[in-house]
């Protein structure tokens, strides 16, 4: 199975900081997604990440606040921009390999926010 | 985008067979129906997925019927290491794009 490795795993910042996760998978895939998973709560897509343009996001989140990067097939950041407490969070990245539905995610990256 | 929609929250006991059922509408006509698990500080992982009738694996079976507005997720003689959330996905169609939406989810109890 393919491998989706996140890092950080997790990290503590302070308000007002940036930070910036990176997905690496193993294998070359068209759709990449990242997720915020906020504690006790569901997933919550902030984005699509597109190789070679803009990412399409979702309602409620903004470029300027979660700027990513899809440099390749392989390999997208996220960057969680001018942190707040709010922002405390589990980031996931997600991807599907062959564009039916079946979703492959990350470990996860743990951020909190003082 | 087809919303769908679980209960909250399930229990039950080892051994016992669960049924987990999702509503989804408004469900489109290439829409593949998947379900995922997730355990604590852990990304969901796939269990299932189908498209109509049903579909058996390893570790679950889903029931989907004609008119495919909902469907059943159901894990055979849980045990405890099966606490966890269940999700349903809707959406895939094969060569389309799609935008891949959480629902709430269901949080399944297993008791000793």
């Known amino acids: 199975s393919a491998v989706i490795s996140q890092k950080p795993s997790r990290d503590i910042c302070q308000r007002g900081t940036s930070l910036t996760i990176q997905c690496q998978v193993d294998s070359q895939v068209t759709m990449m997604f990242w997720y915020r998973q906020q504690p006790g709560q569901s997933l919550t897509l902030i984005a699509t990440a597109n190789q070679g343009s803009e990412a399409t996001y979702e309602s409620g989140f903004v470029i300027d606040k979660f700027p990513i990067s899809r440099p390749n097939l392989t390999f997208s950041t996220l960057t969680v921009s001018n942190m707040s407490p709010e922002d405390s969070s589990i980031y996931l990245c997600?991807?599907?390999?062959?564009?039916?539905?079946?979703?492959?995610f990350g470990e996860g990256s743990r951020l909190t926010v003082l | 985008l087809a919303k769908t929609t679980q209960p909250i929250s399930m229990d039950s006991y080892e051994g016992q067979e669960v049924n987990i059922t999702c509503s989804h509408n408004n469900i489109a006509t290439n829409d593949y129906i998947t379900w995922y698990q997730q355990f604590p500080s852990q990304g969901p992982r796939f269990i299932i997925q189908g498209y109509k009738t049903k579909v058996t694996n390893e570790v679950a079976s889903l029931f989907i019927p004609a008119d495919r507005k909902s469907s059943t997720l159901s894990l055979p003689r849980v045990s405890l290491s099966d606490t966890a959330v269940y999700y349903c996905?809707?959406?895939?169609?094969?060569?389309?794009?799609?935008?891949?939406?959480f629902g709430r989810g269901t949080s399944l109890i297993v008791h000793p």
């Open positions: 997600s991807v599907d390999f062959e564009g039916n539905g079946e979703l492959f």
């Open positions: 996905l809707v959406g895939g169609a094969s060569g389309g794009s799609y935008i891949p939406t």
